[in-house]
């Protein structure tokens, strides 16, 4: 298995979510900043596995409505400090919403997508609901949903495909008129809840 689509073990999954909880109790005062990378670290030094550059999404939700997110869609810096980078940005600057505020940290459950690279498909029939996540784009139009939205809304390709094209600002059935391209990645996508680390 390669290096970028190798999966994650229980101890960093938690290192992570870990490093996006603490990014968020420092941040939430407003106007205040991200204490330096080293104190949100701690002691322990950062494994090998999450040093290497990793597409990365952060979605914070509260009380199950989504309350932010936001990532990097190619690998442009390492693995844990794109966690970090992004759990400022979900909580601050996702403009679907108002910033996250102090009060709000304790109520909100944080979840972590961890992306291979986007590929460039064909036919609509390599789409795998489930496991695929899509990016639609047409000229400076461009949007993207991860695998878990087609899953937990119940879509099938055709839906998805749709919803895809309208987060980037596109007519829906865009997609079947051509001019558009089409890229799928896969997740490995991680919780606090799934991994028992918050109540449900």
């Known amino acids: 298995m ?9 101890e960093d999954q938690c290192r992570l979510l870990g490093l996006a909880r603490r990014t968020l109790e420092h941040l ?7 204490p330096a990378e080293e104190a949100l670290i701690g002691p322990s030094p950062i494994p090998e596995s999450l040093s290497l550059p990793r597409g990365v999404f952060v979605t914070l939700h509260t009380k199950g409505a989504l309350r932010g997110c936001i990532g990097y869609v190619t690998p442009v810096a390492p693995l844990y400090r794109a966690v970090i980078e992004n759990a400022v940005n979900a909580a601050r600057r996702d403009p679907r919403f108002a910033p996250v505020e102090l009060d709000e940290v304790r109520d909100i459950d944080i979840e972590i997508s961890v ?16 496991k695929h996540g899509l990016i639609v784009s047409k000229g400076y139009a461009r949007g993207l949903l991860l695998p878990q939205v087609a899953t937990e809304n119940r ?8 919803y895809t094209c309208t987060k980037a600002g596109l007519p829906a059935r865009s997609w079947r008129e051509g001019g558009v391209e089409i890229e799928v990645f896969s997740a490995q996508v991680f919780s606090e809840i799934s991994l028992g680390l918050r109540p449900r």
């Open 2 to 10: 390669s290096e970028i689509t190798a999966e994650l073990c229980r």
């Open 28 to 34: 939430a005062p407003a106007g205040a900043k991200v």
């Open 115 to 130: 992306m291979t690279l986007p590929r460039k498909i064909s036919s609509v029939d390599e789409i795998e609901v489930g």
């Open 155 to 162: 879509w099938n390709r055709d839906t998805f495909l749709d």
